[in-house]
């Protein structure tokens, strides 16, 4: 039943990226709206595209995708101008968007500059290339911009806050096993595992923002520094449960010797993990 609940709050909770999102979209659509921008479509797209999940990469990846949607109009506005909607330059034009965005190593750019390509090579049919293209390439362009800008001002992710949360899971969880071990019972080295995992790719979102975005080095530096003792406890969390020892039958006095050893080493890490969040 745990789990079950667990499932439904980590995989149903509306997120603030997607929240986020949504704020991006109708800024977008307004602005579109104000400049008398035909192609809103376009602006929309580049917008869900390009929220990132942290401010940085946000605008890492915001700049990759604006060279991107360059690229993509531009070779299709070159296409367009020879046959427009021809399946054969579309499948030629894609391959050379996408070579371009690897040659220049413009990282998560490939496919916004494949759809700024077809949207020019396909609505060029109606009008000249360069006329259809220029306001493709602006309502591109402005869908990232205003996605950068909504990740940066509206309710920016603080990486910090996350990082202390599962943090302070990754305890629960851990102590809970130890308890379970010591008992006999089922360890549940899994959610251990997963929780350490969890702390891990928060570490990493921190670690990608900017320096000026940072603002609790020294606290975030203490738990990263835990991450090896957690790693342990659980390697003698798995080496426990690997024993398959139970609450009704008594083991050998060799196998005890042996589960005593990894219990009290695992309480002795644990303890040290303890500790160091003190200092």
């Given amino acids: 039943m745990k789990r079950i609940f ?3 709050r980590t995989n149903l909770r ?3 990226r997607i929240i986020k999102t949504g704020i991006a979209v109708t800024v977008c659509i307004a602005v579109s709206s104000l400049l008398h921008l035909n192609q809103p479509f376009i602006a929309v797209i580049a917008t869900v595209i390009s929220m990132g999940k942290s401010i940085d990469l946000s605008v890492k990846a915001g700049k990759n995708k604006m060279a991107g949607v360059i690229i ?3 070779v299709g506005t070159l296409f367009a101008a020879i046959l427009p909607g021809n399946a054969g330059l579309c499948g030629i034009g894609v391959i050379l968007s996408l070579y371009l965005c ?4 413009l990282e998560s750019a490939g496919v916004l500059s494949s759809f700024s390509f077809a949207a020019v090579m396909f609505g060029a049919a109606q009008s000249a290339p360069l006329e259809y293209a220029l306001p493709c390439l602006g309502a591109a362009l402005l869908g990232i911009a205003v996605a950068v800008l ?4 509206v309710m920016p992710p603080n ?3 996350e990082i202390k949360k599962a943090h302070a899971e990754l305890n629960t969880r851990t102590a809970a096993a130890i308890k379970n071990a010591t008992a006999r019972k089922a360890v549940g080295s899994k959610a251990v595992a997963e929780e350490i995992e969890a702390l891990l790719r928060t570490l990493r ?3 990608s923002e900017a320096k000026i975005l ?3 080095d020294e606290e975030v530096s203490c738990i990263s520094a835990s991450i090896p003792l957690y790693q342990l406890v659980l390697d003698e969390l798995k080496a426990v449960e690997a024993m398959e020892l139970t609450e009704d039958r008594e083991p050998s006095e060799e196998i005890l010797t042996v589960y005593r050893y990894h219990i009290k080493r695992m309480q002795e890490l644990f303890q040290r993990t303890l500790k160091s969040q003190d200092t």
């Fill in 214 to 216: 940072r603002w609790n």
């Fill in 205 to 207: 979102l921190y670690a």
């Fill in 72 to 74: 993509g109009s531009a």
């Fill in 102 to 105: 690897h040659l220049f190593h």
């Fill in 150 to 153: 909504v990740n940066l001002t």
């Fill in 159 to 161: 990486h910090a806050v």
């Fill in 6 to 8: 667990r499932f439904f």
């Fill in 14 to 16: 509306l997120g603030l």
